[in-house]
T-cell receptor, first 113, second 113 residues
Framework: GENVEQHPSTLSVQEGDSAVIKCTYS??????FPWYKQELGKRPQLIID?????GEKKDQRIAVTLNKTAKHFSLHITETQPEDSAVYFC????????????FGKGTKLSVKP | EAEVAQSPRYKITEKSQAVAFWCDPI?????LYWYRQILGQGPELLVQ????????DSQLPKDRFSAERLKGVDSTLKIQPAELGDSAMYLC???????????FGPGTRLTVL
């Protein structure tokens, strides 16, 4: 089955710097890769997603890149702000017909003012 | 904006007792998911419904866990008997199916004493 590895587990940056979180997946049949942000005590919320027919997607300060050959995808946050502080989860769809999501273990991002 | 509702938000129980969690998905979402999230880890799928049918329960500990979505709308997840290792956040999510955003509820924090 699908396995998703996420690094780093914690990341601390200064406000205004960039942050990069990386994930690898094992199932070459995976074709949907969402990123979720979970603030302390709150529900996970989708911030960006990418499908396997696209190599990069941007939304304001957030971008995701996908390398299908290497089976890895990354989240890039530019000009970080204190409100970006949260736990970020990557996920990959399983290769089965239902395409269930397999989540990484999360990255705790801290943005210091 | 429509949101997924869950209740209760917190539940404390003793081991060997029965507990039940309720989820009301966003109207029109045929797909409903129950996840378990252990502190410091990503959500793990327990069961997926398409309308009233279970389409994936491969990770559901069926000796003690059960889930139903009788009318294809709201859903109940039950644990009987609860064990210490069941302490976790139980998240419900709904969506339009594979490759579409999953919208998470606020979760039920279960503590088993």
């Amino acid at each position: 089955g699908e396995n998703v590895e996420q690094h780093p587990s914690t990341l601390s940056v200064q406000e205004g710097d960039s942050a990069v979180i990386k994930c690898t997946y094992s199932d070459s049949a995976s074709n949907y890769f969402p990123w979720y942000k979970q603030e302390l005590g709150k529900r996970p919320q989708l911030i960006i997603d990418i499908r396997s027919n696209v190599g990069e997607k941007k939304d304001q300060r957030i971008a995701v890149t996908l390398n299908k050959t290497a089976k890895h995808f990354s989240l890039h946050i530019t000009e970080t702000q204190p409100e970006d502080s949260a736990v970020y989860f990557c996920a990959a769809s399983s290769g089965g017909s239902q395409g269930n999501l397999i989540f990484g273990k999360g990255t705790k991002l801290s943005v210091k003012p | 904006e429509a949101e997924v509702a869950q209740s209760p938000r917190y539940k404390i129980t003793e081991k060997s007792q029965a507990v039940a969690f309720w989820c009301d998905p966003i109207s029109g979402h045929a797909t409903l998911y129950w996840y378990r999230q252990i502190l410091g880890q990503g959500p793990e799928l327990l069961v997926q419904f398409q309308d009233e049918s279970v389409v994936d329960d491969s990770q559901l500990p069926k000796d003690r866990f059960s889930a139903e979505r009788l009318k294809g709308v709201d859903s109940t997840l039950k644990i009987q008997p609860a064990e210490l290792g069941d302490s976790a956040m139980y998240l419900c999510a709904s969506g339009l199916g594979f490759g579409n955003e999953q919208f998470f509820g606020p979760g039920t924090r279960l503590t088993v004493l």
